[in-house]
């Protein structure tokens, strides 16, 4: 796992100098345009929040993009700890191939937790127990704000299509259960350039966002499993984004007098999170 990391970290380092030299060479000598621009950076959090879900203490987490004209792929990793000695390690790797134009984004992302199985594991379309944690979804999003700037609204369904996500039913028997999870956001434009993001995110069906139990079945449950906040600000120089937030989230579901905090052992538990964190990047374009 350490010589992966080592491989991860070097290639992002590789890919900063590249873009670097190439945004260089454009400024001395601009040349025609196709389409083709890359981003790479990295993001430093303190909490890895998910979802209305807690995954993580601090943690790095490099990305890097190539896009022409909206077809685009991506690498996003994390390399996070519970404190600040980097103890218990829990990377990542998420590969992403999409599409993202006039609002509209569809994507699939193979999720990859260096667990020591294989990258693709057997059997993971069908709805069986897999000695995985790997996942792939499928992501269709409709984004407003990029068509009518004044209205900044956001519309995004995720849901699991590979990989580990069954559940045993009634009958005792594996059921896919195609984890779903929709998310409505709305972005606020503050004084000082401070941009506010609230969303509601829900799950409609039994599957991994309900810890796999079933959700109408008790009227006293809900479905909602994150009400976030997220209030952040980005600087912009010559190629170069630098940007600082601060974050929280209230999952609903299961939420009770027991886990309203962020001090329980198991974070998985933990219905608030909050977190603060920075990035920094670097993109040039051809």
């Known amino acids: 796992m350490t010589k992966k990391l080592i491989l991860l970290a070097l290639a992002l380092v590789c ?9 260089a060479k454009n400024v001395d000598t601009p040349s025609r345009e196709i389409g083709l621009s890359v981003e790479v950076g990295a993001d430093v959090v303190s909490s ?3 979802r209305g879900q807690n995954l993580g203490g601090l943690a790095i987490q490099p990305s890097i993009t190539l896009d022409w004209k909206g077809l685009y792929v991506s690498g996003w990793g994390n390399i996070g700890a519970d404190n600040w000695t980097f103890e218990n390690l829990n990377p990542e790797l998420d590969i992403t191939i999409g599409y993202d134009n006039y609002g509209l984004q569809l994507d699939l992302t193979h999720l990859y937790y260096f667990g020591g199985e294989s990258y693709f ?9 897999i000695e995985s944690s790997s ?6 999003g409709f984004h407003l704000g ?6 900044p609204l956001a ?3 995720y849901t699991t299509i590979y990989g580990a996500d069954c559940y045993l039913n009634e009958a005792g028997e594996w059921q896919r259960a195609w984890s779903t999870y929709i998310q409505v956001g709305y972005t606020f434009n503050l004084p000082l350039g401070v941009d506010l993001t ?12 309900s810890n796999y139990d079933e959700v109408w079945k008790n009227a006293k449950t809900v479905a909602i499993n994150n009400l976030h906040l997220r209030a952040e600000r980005y600087f912009e120089l010559k190629g170069i984004e630098l940007g600082v937030w601060g974050e929280c989230m209230l999952n609903c579901y299961g939420l009770d007098k027991t886990n309203l905090t962020t001090a329980l052992e ?12 920075g990035c920094l990047y670097f993109s040039s374009e051809w």
């Open 135 to 140: 996942t792939m979804e499928a992501h269709a």
């Open 146 to 151: 990029d068509l009518v700037e004044s209205v």
């Open 121 to 129: 594991p057997k059997g993971g379309f069908k709805a069986q127990e």
């Open 198 to 209: 609230t969303n509601v995110g829900f799950t409609p069906w039994r599957g991994m966002y």
């Open 15 to 23: 890919a900063s100098a590249f873009v670097y030299k190439a945004y």
């Open 155 to 157: 519309i995004d369904w």
């Open 48 to 50: 890895y929040l998910w």
């Open 266 to 277: 198991n974070k998985f538990d933990q219905r608030f999170n909050w977190g603060v964190g």
